[in-house]
């Protein structure tokens, strides 16, 4: 009976063995599948944080460009179409009567050629404007809101007559460059 109970014991011995092997074989397994999942799962967290990051900046793209798109509009609505600076004078002549000011306009030589082609030309004139303190910088802010696009240059100012009848009072002279758009571009 002692050679069934070595016989039983060599047995279960190798039985133990085998099981513990393949515990081990099974763990090791186990362990380089949990690392390649955690691998794959990092791996997607950041794709998914790299996403993330490019969505937020294509959306800070689009709002940028919608707020670029508005700005744009806002110019090229406000630069007058070729030919038609006389709505400006128009204008003018209409916001120095409501500020109380006598206003001279005279169409003057270009300062600079334009360059042939271009889509943007400018057309420059002469104001004189004359009136009380007041009324003159009434008039001066006034124009600075206008919807159109022009630059004042060489601005004067000196307290004298404006013409024969109109004598004693605040005159101001300057240059307007008054930015064109091509229509046919």
């Known amino acids: 009976m002692n050679k069934i109970k070595k016989k039983f014991v060599i047995n279960v011995s190798v039985a133990v063995l085998l ?3 393949f515990l081990y074989l099974g763990m090791k397994y186990l362990v380089k599948e949990i690392e390649t ?7 997607g967290k950041q794709a998914v944080y790299v996403q ?4 937020a900046q294509l959306s800070e793209s689009k709002k940028q460009d919608e707020e ?20 400006f004078i128009e204008d003018v002549e209409n916001v120095a009567r409501e500020d109380r000011v006598k206003l001279k306009i ?24 004359g009136g009380a303190f007041d009324d003159v910088m009434l008039f001066l802010g006034t124009m600075e ?5 022009f630059d004042i ?18 005159v101001l002279t300057f240059d307007v460059k008054l930015y064109q758009k091509d229509g046919q571009k």
């Open 68 to 87: 670029m798109s508005l700005e744009m509009n806002k110019v090229s609505e406000s630069v007058v179409d070729k030919g038609k600076a006389v709505v």
């Open 19 to 21: 099981v513990l092997a």
């Open 153 to 170: 240059e060489n601005i004067k100012m000196s307290f004298g007559d404006f013409d024969e009848f109109d004598k004693n009072m605040i």
């Open 145 to 149: 809101n206008f919807k159109y696009y």
């Open 37 to 43: 999942s955690s691998a794959q799962i990092v791996s």
């Open 52 to 55: 993330n990051a490019k969505n």
């Open 106 to 129: 005279k169409a003057s030589d270009s300062k600079g050629k334009e360059a042939a082609g271009a889509a943007i030309t400018s057309s420059y004139f002469n104001f004189t404007v």
